[in-house]
């Protein structure tokens, strides 16, 4: 199994920047791609920013240029930086990872707890 621990969340205000991190670890052999999801109160959730392959990246239209995504290979490791954040940013954000266990096993997709992010206008 894979355990996923989220940090870095808090409020902050309209304008503001903050730094989520996430860390990987158990019963890891590969790491194909990690990411970031986040979900607000009624509504579903959505994927937010993506690295593929631990060097491509995918963002969401609503987050372009103002969050990027970063990841260390050597620590298992997740960033997303959040920049110029909005009331709408507000929402708990979810750290996925998907992992293969060993070398014979499929590859999963695995969950953090989420943490949570409040923008104060």
């Known amino acids: 199994q894979v355990q996923l621990v989220e940090s870095g969340g808090g409020l902050v205000q309209t304008g503001g920047s903050l730094r989520l991190s996430c860390a990987a670890s158990?019963?890891?052999?590969?790491?194909?791609?990690m990411g970031w999801y986040r979900q607000a109160p009624g509504k579903q959730r959505e994927l937010v920013a993506d690295l593929i392959g631990g060097e491509n990246t995918y963002y969401d239209g609503s987050v372009k240029g103002r969050f990027t995504i970063s990841g260390d290979n050597a620590k298992n490791t997740v960033y997303l930086q959040m920049n110029s954040l909005k009331a709408e940013d507000t929402a708990v954000y979810y750290c996925?990872?998907?992992?293969?266990?060993?070398?014979?096993?499929?590859?999963?997709?695995?969950w953090g707890q989420g943490t949570q992010v409040t923008v104060s206008s």
């Open positions: 996925y990872a998907a992992a293969k266990s060993s070398r014979y096993s499929s590859s999963q997709v695995f």
């Open positions: 158990g019963s890891i052999f590969r790491i194909s791609n």
